[in-house]
């Protein structure tokens, strides 16, 4: 079974295992206080060129987001995110479980808008009573996006001086962050200069979990360590975190995983668009979401896995990744698969 | 200035006040374990014709509100209301607060409708991932609605049907239910066989403050009391609440309050209409929705109150509402002095 | 029958019903935007000589405590309290409600003791694990204290040093504010300099309810509304509140009434004593704790009523409390009752 | 340097980094619906011999303990625990963040009583003011607690039986389990029996990390997985738990653990006693607290690590901890030094 499934499924990076085991003798101090920590920090503020920056590894996704909400938020600061945002459709109430409102908006491709933006930080659309109303406070964004879109960095510019102007924070959610920082113009560096705060994800792009919070905006960064912890994200083995981002920061593992994700991503995308394959909210990152066929997919469901995520009479919008693992012999054995199909199909 | 503004700008109805005054030399027992909540409680169980239903008069509608989603809801689950519902943009995320999600619809003229039900309740549009969602457990609506409409029974028949089909409790904010009960066909009798739990009340309608919150379903029942005391919601001085309601349930004051409320409103309604003053989702309730030249409020504006809730260069949505003190002279002195600046403006 | 259970058992002074009986024709705007909200601040701040204090008259103590929590504490923030503390053992787990922990102390006679505050904010005590601990940041303290002693000005002084020391605030509960401010040194003046914040109770001093929320550090002011708004603190008839601490504060009333009650309490301490009957905790406020014969109690049982605290075998540890209306006839009726059964037992 | 500071101090058991390796090149489908921990909760389910239990692998201990309170209890439950339980002072108010009390008592010797139980369950005690309290409603104990000392089977049974006499849920942190197995006549199918959920940790026992909760009450089993997903205690990666507790459920490797931590743990605790050095609450268990002179620790830090617990003057009590790396060299190391230490001091 060949699987586009997710970027998630197997164990991690070989190095990263390989570097686990190396140090497997090594007994290192807790709740984050141990060297690798502490290098894994220096290669990421080196990374983006801020000495100042606050960083901390927490586990996973949901939790880093939940943990942003509740130490970043007062108790009547909402969160604005567009309507496919992973915190307002997959976390469960994640957000609100802190007490914070998810303010929804529309999107475009799956990114916030200006626009956006502008409905729900004025007073009119946002009901007619001033003080009766939730505070808009943190513009929540994904780079790349739950669609497998990206901000440019003119995007994310026009975003943070609409923050500005409006007096909120702008939180960035890198799940995927390795593949958008080797498609996107927005490097490392941009992020830092441009959010108040974001992650790195390292259990998408390789890493067995964990995700780098940066904090650059001083105001949020007073007593984060406690709240991480008061949530359950600070690991008493913080230094496996360590060891992990040690390695993926290093010998610029973090952006060859991107680069390889993309690399197979457009392989396949490009295979499917010469088959005449609708591509929808097509993008230059790891995630594809394509209409097929129903009668095709009937034939390759024995040897290939996806995640559906529509589907009608005819045909089935499904999502393909790529991950650090993808082989380009699978992505031409899916491409050949279909193609063969099409041609008897014609026949 | 004859004000329009709302239907809680006064004291009390005279006759609260009356009964207030007369028992002012009597002690109670704190915390509704008085005579006067006790006889309140029996007059609406009486007026339900429900005798096991569980009565707790509690202070303001938005505590109403959160008491209800703190106590009926476990922490996945979520309240559903339309975009325009109370507790969605006038309570500074008071169910968040809580811990909750509001998911919001749609609607149509302010009420939720079953079309709206079926697509969050499904998890093809909430998401395609099922374990990883929230749980849509409440259907929040308010009778009246926050724009001036109400539920016939057998709208509320239909979205009590969805309810069963669906695992959903249905809760009613009844801020307004005054105004409600005299122009629907729906009873409070109705209301208790529909709904889960539903709340009476006294604020808008004639009391000092107070909110008679009235549960049908047994599993909604249990230690209710402790988690109102936990938010604040439960007065010390619980028989104050108790002499109101207990006023209020009495010789039909409720019902007579709703009528006047109502009857004001439909006057005030007529004479627009009759001077092609456009009304928006028109109904029978004590708000009305008009759309007025900017001209003509601007010399309305020294004598006459209301509330504006949109505005362009021509023309101004206002709101009107009615009260239990609303009289008919003041009614017809704003017909008239429109009538008088239109035939001005016409010569 | 004669009752000294409470100090809320009535509906409220007779000046406050009729201030509001004389207004009720009046119409005013919601959420304490109205004149007399803006008088009754006025008052406040001209009494407690601070122009810039934020002042927002709330409804009931336990919603006023967790507001305080809700607002002032970030999520990884404690308050500290005696045990005997209301927010501790009397408001069903409020403060936790808002996610914040009680760090409770034993305290001495109800009050809060340097050495108690030295213990829990040194990491020795509270765990030894630095970073893994909660954050001890707000001392609750109550005037009168639970057990019905007060603070003197010297002790206040001192914790309020300690606070400064260790950047903790202070918040005092004056549920009992007017008996505080006629028997200890301690001035509405003092409270504003020595607190962060307090508030000044009207539910138990002649109010029907309502609650003065004083915040005097900048700190602490900051969208304080909006969070008080989402707890369900904000009335929108604000107004009502505003008329009631407008009476109070006009005139002395409030004053006057923390003097009645004491000069009533002392009638019946002093009343007491002179029948060798021992009282707990022995104090000027309007709360008294005394030990009393069972077969005494039993008798006096059909006429008077209070509070039972502790009982064994003999005697009972009851809780007699004065209030705005307690008559010296009252007193003197309780104290012969006693004095006659003493005289009876003996022959 | 010879530490004892911990068992989280390395990265895992090598067991479980093999298998993790052998297994990096399978796909696996994410959020716990692999086969892997499929069988580990098949394993789970066999050694408790209930087959109807709910299995849940998590991530962390504080997150594991704060899911429970939000999943168990409603908003107005409190948990019950020991002055000196995780939950209570080393999570920084976790169990808070969710809203919840934890009613703490004295205990002996780090475990509850049945009197410290009874006391909080009164109504006397606890405040006099009824439906004005907190509901004490989950008795958290740990198994071993975090003096090192464990509770018996019969110990057991009596807070069990309190339990269902006072309808309290009884929930074990098994953080340190494998070392209470080994020592105490308490077996899995004990606890099985005794608790309504408890959990069987990985993080202290040879995994990298993982807890897996164990509910046997089916009141506390509906939705569990929701609650968890929502406090961000669901890995995607949920088979990299599966594996390891596949791992350490398997061969008996769990039990091993635990006895090798014991088995050094008593090498070490008999050669301080032999070397008459004060052993704190001993016990057979992988903690052994003991107070040792300054002179001798000064010489010993720096060949050997441990955790101060407290310090005087003269001495200090040190906590050591023994792994399932601890080599019987390290311990004879230790205990030679101080020998040595000892017969110079004396000459």
Redesign the interface.
């Known amino acids: 079974?060949i699987?586009f499934?997710?970027d998630?499924?197997?164990?991690?990076h070989?190095k990263v295992?390989e570097n686990?085991?190396l140090?497997?003798?090594?007994?290192?101090?807790?709740?984050s206080n141990d060297k690798h920590s502490k290098i894994a920090t220096n290669l990421i503020k080196s990374k983006i060129d801020d000495n100042n920056a606050y960083v901390q590894i927490l586990?996973?996704?949901?939790?880093?987001n939940?943990?942003a909400a509740?130490?970043f938020l007062?108790?009547?600061e909402?969160l604005i995110t567009v309507e496919t945002g992973h915190v307002h459709?997959?976390?469960?109430?994640?957000i609100?479980?802190?007490?914070?409102?998810?303010i929804?908006v529309k999107g475009e491709s799956g990114k916030i808008t200006i626009d956006d933006l502008k409905r729900v930080c004025s007073d009119?659309y946002?009901?007619?009573?001033g003080?009766?109303?939730?505070?808009p406070k943190m513009v929540y964004i994904s780079q790349t996006t739950e669609v497998g879109t990206f901000y440019t960095k003119e995007e994310l510019t026009q975003i943070r001086k609409f923050c500005d102007d409006y007096g909120l924070y702008l939180y960035c959610d890198g799940a995927r962050l390795a593949s958008a920082l080797d498609c996107s113009d927005v490097t490392l560096k941009d992020l830092a200069k441009l959010c108040d705060a974001f992650y790195i994800g390292g259990?998408?792009n390789g890493a067995?979990?964990g995700e780098a919070m940066v904090i650059i905006n001083d105001k949020l960064k007073e007593?984060f360590?406690?709240?991480a912890?008061?949530?359950?994200?600070?690991?008493?083995?913080g230094f496996?975190l360590g060891?992990q981002f040690e390695t993926l920061m290093s010998n610029n593992l973090y952006e060859k995983i991107g680069e390889h994700q993309n690399k197979m991503a457009n392989l396949l995308r490009e295979g499917l668009k010469k088959l005449n394959i609708e591509i929808i909210n097509e993008s230059k990152t790891n995630q594809i979401f394509a209409i097929i066929s129903n009668n095709i997919l009937d034939k390759l469901r024995n040897k290939f896995?996806w995640?559906?995520?529509?589907t009608s009479d005819d045909s089935t919008e499904i999502r393909l990744v790529t991950s650090w693992s993808t082989k380009k012999e699978e992505v031409n054995s899916f491409i050949n698969s279909i193609s063969e199909y099409l041609e008897n199909e014609v026949c």
């Open positions: 079974m699987s499934i997710n998630y499924s197997e164990v991690a070989p295992l686990l085991a140090l497997s003798n090594e007994k290192n101090p807790g709740y586990v996973i996704g949901t939790q880093t939940l943990i509740a130490a007062r108790p009547h909402a459709d997959h976390e469960v109430g994640s609100e479980s802190t007490g914070h409102k998810c929804t009119k946002w009901g007619n009573a003080i009766l109303n939730i505070k259990t998408k067995l979990m007593d360590f406690y709240i912890k008061q949530r359950g994200g600070i690991l008493s083995k496996l060891i896995a995640e559906t995520i529509n």
